[in-house]
């Protein structure tokens, strides 16, 4: 039910403190029994001045140093990516510290001015700790491509992708354009640009592989499959082709 239904009755504040302060109840507790949200209840609490308990064991671990740099950080307008990299706590820590410094939270994906703005100090401090554009997207709610784009004018250039015999056995190993794109933290579709330009096609299985190098010899195989005869003999032993198999390829 929302909390603006026309049947609720209004919200009693007073038994609200009450409930907190004197019965010691928790704010979701409080939010059920008086049938709101706990995100009013909270509102409700820190707009009236209530000095809020801390809440789970994580927070009670955070320094008061640490508590106050990441309060004064928010307060900035600094964004929870940005002071979860920095002190190295949970988005949800640094929430339940900012609320337990009585600051009203700001809703996700938002400024202080209410625009929305893609974070690079953020995004710089997650891409230093080796964090990949595609989780960095899902964190700050851009697009990868957008991610990759303010990273480049970071710095944090695109890793170059390898080139040749040694493109087409890494792909051999990974098994997919998908998962070797994720082993070189790219694109699909750049890895999938990458092997057509260099002319490298796909191996077919192990077990047909096999059967073709021993009906043909390792040299006549690799021919006709258009791959050198070392990129034959890694594919076979990556799947497990015992010894006398590979030293056919040769």
């Known amino acids: 039910m929302s909390d603006t239904s026309p049947s609720r009755r209004p919200l009693d504040v ?30 409700l609490l820190v707009g009236a001045g209530v000095q809020l ?5 994580r927070a009670k671990c955070i320094p008061a140093a640490t508590r106050a740099a990441i309060v004064a950080g928010y307060v900035a307008g600094e964004r929870v990516a940005v002071l979860r990299a920095r002190h190295k706590v949970s988005a949800q820590s640094i929430r339940n510290v900012v609320a337990e410094g009585g600051v009203p939270l700001r809703r996700g994906g938002s400024t202080l001015a209410g625009h929305r703005r893609f974070d690079r100090e953020g995004a710089a401090a997650l891409a230093a700790q080796e964090w990949p554009a595609a989780a960095i997207a899902i964190l700050t709610g851009f697009s990868e491509g957008h991610v990759r784009r303010e990273l480049r004018a970071l710095g944090y250039g695109r890793k170059a992708i390898p080139e040749g015999e040694e493109l087409a056995m ?10 070797l794109a994720a082993e070189l933290g790219c694109s699909a579709g750049r890895v999938k640009n990458a092997l ?13 592989l096999k059967a073709m190098v021993r009906m043909s010899g390792g040299r006549a195989t690799a021919a006709k499959l258009g791959c050198s005869v070392r990129r034959l003999r890694a594919a076979l032993e990556h799947a497990g082709v015992t010894v006398r198999v590979v030293a056919a390829v040769a």
């Open 53 to 57: 308990r801390p809440r789970g064991s």
């Open 170 to 179: 890494a792909y051999d190993r990974a098994g997919s354009i998908r998962r």
């Open 14 to 43: 007073a038994a609200a403190i009450r409930l907190y302060v004197d019965d010691e109840l928790t704010v979701r507790q409080i939010a059920a029994r008086l049938r709101y949200s706990h995100t009013t209840i909270h509102e």
């Open 196 to 208: 057509e330009r260099d002319g490298i096609k796909r191996l077919p299985k192990a077990e047909e």
